[in-house]
């Protein structure tokens, strides 16, 4: 008799799904793209937070960025919108259905350039959202021009120098409303991980910029979206522990070096200070610190800012509770009378 | 839908002048911003519960105060209610227009003006009945700053004397106007008074024109077209409206905003069952309408020709990718921006063919209040049955004018939610694919976010795609595809509404129109049989794809005339894409594109010439 060992369990979540029911298809992104990253952090994130994948819509644009909601949630409805103007599809859906999960996927050159006049509505609205951008500084599927976030002095695999200066995102969001608002950089696993497993906590627009490698068209000297000028100059705001509202686990709160952050479901973040003590509720010190890491040339990462008591868009509009799109005739057509009364005023 | 279809009666005795009894149109020519809309709405009202046909045309700049405007009430017993070329009666209160305004009158015409003008010296075959608004309006209104929106009430009173339109009418309509202002109507009533004390004691009537009591409105209700499709739209059930402002269907989404939040709101819990977002452009709220109606809303945006032409790419989307969404475009004059406050046909072809590759739309036709109404309810229906963007063509005169109509019918039929999958349908099947025609009618079956099942989900793409919904690039996948697309749209021209058809079995001759048009071709057929003994038959077309029938329509005449509102003939350039070549030479075209509403004169001279007669 042979003794064979029972294979271990497959690990499960608190829904009871196994992580495979979260993957998407094979990517057919370049090898080493700093996007497939970001998919995998997505399938980790969705999974430990046991969020049921068909309560999740994906919505992205256009460009290679774009392409990856293929490549992750397979089990969640997904709509690959037109160029820069995934917000306004991902706005109709939500106020359709108010109880889905939308989580957006956008390039910088679909949110920066023809998507800005979407994106900076989207901010301003603090419709619930996970917006991600994932940005590096080019347009890859239309091999290698500049898109709006690359910075001034950046250079091209042509050698073509950027003589523009770039859009921040993060600033742009912070200034008109997202209530979410961090930078991160696909190789830093553990600090974008925690930043997505707070996205899912946080009800309103979360606005959550990337940065993400272009290994064919960006990845060289002289770029400054590289994995080697990030690995250079990636300066963490602070050091993030997420704790869902499911875990019970006490957060070890130093006073003078841990600040705590409470989300709308009840999970926790703790942000651990590093070099200066951050303040991410506080929108004039996001602002300032962004303008001093780009002086530097420095790419701040980390929660930026957040804030927790603005309403979001869907709760300003006053509606019902079950979403619209399920709402039967009965509630939908007002009665006879209605109209009878509606002609008599006309008569 | 009788006030639509049933032509005015043949053979009304119709007394011929001196006197224009309850046949005449008056012009009332003001300063935009001055208050004059409510003084012409009463005049309208108060003839239209005398039971005399009356139709209003407002002829406005795109501005806010200070240019000239001109508002046309045409009264009419035989119940023509298009515009009337011929003016018979002035109001002249615009001192910049009003030299212009009286030159361009036919002989025999009547003049009320404000007596400084002086315009009794311009011209020696009018009649001129001068009157001193300054001076009657201090008396009525002490306030002084209020006047000049009072002032124009005057010529409610001076035109109720001329014309012999009862007081107490004019008093009810001006109550109705005013709604609970009752201080302001009370004001405006006691200017009415003066005007018609002052017509009585000092102006001899001298004109042909006058009213009676004709009793011959019925039931009727008086609404402009925005309104109706806005009311057409709460009773389909919409629940996500997203728009943004635009002459001249601004009115339609804000009308259905003051019902919606009368009789859409849940009265438990005191929360709308339904979301009017205000877009940041038309590209965002056709976005967010595809986005809403995939998720399986009923959505909704209203837009002008500028707003298509912006939503041309997200269309493409919609049609490709197979979303329901209703679009209300009100046609104004284009190109470009063209004549925002004037009315045209003129987005016909660009919305049929919108967006770019091969795409084509169901558009509907609505001519009249009752039409918008139901085709509204309609289009929601089709949306969501066939899964497409479908766009209720009004246009400027339609939507933005009042107009005469037949109470709407409540609807009956439940709403039509078209294949959508549930969770225990997919529990059953195991499965579906998104594309697939299983009922080959080239609709497929959807699932909406959401729904709770491992299966449920799929990709929605404006790329190329399968059956499955999966990403494709193969020729035959995507040849296979746009044939059942193309099969679609014939299970579209089977469901759309179909034509109105008036054959007069002795015509040789047939005329053919959509929309707005229709009112003026009424008319203009009763001119071509009265005065050239040449009787038509007649086809209103409702929708496109065109009908089946339309083809017959054309085969059993010699010639048709296609009447329309643009320079183009873009409606009889899409018969000719639709149509078999050999009736093509049949077709004949008559346009008009001046930006007022067309006119029966003008169709009927253009038919007269095209003739020989």
Known sequence: MSTVAAPPPKKVNRIGLEVVGYKGLRTTLCAGCGHNSISERVIEAFFEMGVAPWRVIKLSGIGCSSKSPAYFLSMSHGFNAVHGRMPSVATGAMLANRTLLALGVSGDGDTASIGIGQFVHLMRRNLPIIYIIENNGCYGLTKGQFSATADLGSKLKTGVINDLPPIDTCALAIELGATFVARSFSGDKKQLSALLRAAISHRGTVMLDVISPCVTFNDHEGSTKSYGYMKDHEEPLHEIDFVPYFEDIDIEIQPGTTREVTLHDGSRLALKKLAEDYDPTDRLESRRALDQAARTGEVLTGLLYVETNRPDFLQLLNLVEEPLALLGQDRLRPPESALTEIMEELR | ?613
């Open chain 2, 1 to 613: 839908m009788s006030s639509v279809e049933t032509l005015p009666a043949q053979g009304l005795a119709s007394p011929e002048p001196p006197h224009l009894v309850n046949d005449f149109s008056i012009q009332v020519a003001t300063v935009n911003g001055s208050g004059s809309q409510s003084a012409n709405i009463v005049l309208l009202r108060a003839l239209f519960q005398m039971g005399i046909p009356v139709s209003a045309k407002n002829l406005f700049p795109s501005n806010i105060a200070g240019l000239p405007t001109w508002y046309t009430i045409r009264a009419n017993h035989r119940g023509f209610i298009s515009r009337k070329k011929e003016i018979d009666v002035v109001v002249a209160m615009n001192p910049e227009t009003a030299e212009e305004d009286v030159r361009n009158l036919a002989p025999g015409a009547a003049v009320v003006y404000d007596a400084p003008l002086g315009l009794n010296r311009l011209r020696s075959d009018l009649h001129f009945y001068p009157a001193p608004f300054d001076k009657l309006v201090t008396p009525v209104c002490p306030e002084a700053k209020l006047r000049r929106l009072v002032r124009n009430m005057i010529y409610d009173g001076i035109l109720a004397h001329l014309l012999g339109i009862e007081m107490e009418e004019i008093r009810k309509a001006l109550f109705k106007q005013f709604k609970k202002k009752v201080k302001a109507a009370e004001l405006n009533w006691r200017a009415v008074e003066a005007g018609f004390e002052y017509a009585r004691q000092n102006l001899t009537k001298t004109d042909p024109c006058r009213v009676e009591r004709l009793n011959a409105n019925g039931n009727k209700i008086i609404i402009e077209g925005n309104a109706a499709a806005a009311l057409g739209a709460m009773f389909a059930g919409v629940s996500v409206v997203t728009w943004y402002p635009i002459t001249p269907s601004s009115s339609l989404c804000e009308t259905l905003i003051d019902y919606a939040r009368r009789y859409r709101i849940d009265p438990q819990t005191g929360k709308a069952t339904f979301a009017i977002v205000q877009a940041e452009d038309e590209l965002a709220s056709i976005g967010m309408a595809l986005g809403a109606g995939w998720a399986g809303a009923r959505s909704m945006t209203s837009t002008a020709g500028p707003g298509i032409s912006l939503m041309s790419e997200f269309i493409g989307l919609g049609y490709y990718a197979e979303i329901p969404t209703v679009v209300f475009d009100v046609q104004r004059v284009g190109p470009s921006t063209g004549l925002p406050t004037r009315t045209a046909q003129s987005d016909i072809l660009s919305t049929a063919l919108l967006s770019h590759g091969d795409t084509k739309h169901p558009l509907l036709f609505p001519c009249s209040p009752e039409e918008c109404f139901e085709f509204t309810l309609q289009a929601f229906d089709l949306a969501e049955e066939l899964q497409t963007p479908v766009f209720v063509m009004l246009d400027l005169d339609l939507g933005m004018n009042y107009w005469m109509a037949e109470p709407f019918r409540y609807p009956t039929a439940p709403l039509k939610r078209g294949k959508v999958l549930s969770a225990a349908d997919l529990e059953r099947l195991g499965g579906f694919a998104r594309y697939k025609d299983v009922d080959g009618d080239g609709v497929g079956y959807r699932t909406l976010p959401g729904t709770e099942h491992p299966l449920a989900a799929y990709f929605t793409r404006g790329s190329g795609h399968n059956e499955r919904a999966a990403y494709t690039e193969r020729p035959d996948d995507y040849t296979r595809n746009m044939d059942r697309l193309a099969r679609k749209f014939e299970t579209i021209r089977r469901m759309a509404p179909a034509p109105v058809l008036d054959l007069r079995p002795e015509a040789r001759m047939g005329v053919l129109a959509v929309g707005t048009t229709h009112w003026a071709l009424v008319e203009s057929r009763d001119q071509l049989d009265r005065e050239y003994s040449l009787p038509s038959s007649y086809l209103r077309l409702r929708a496109f794809p065109f009908h089946p029938s339309v083809a017959d329509f054309i085969d059993r005449h010699d010639r048709v005339y296609v009447v329309e509102q643009n320079r183009d003939g873009q409606l009889l350039d899409l018969l000719k894409l639709d149509l078999d070549p050999a009736l093509l030479p049949r077709l004949r075209s008559v346009r008009y594109y001046g930006g007022l509403p067309i006119d029966a004169r003008t169709i009927t001279d253009d038919i007269v010439q095209q003739e020989g007669l």
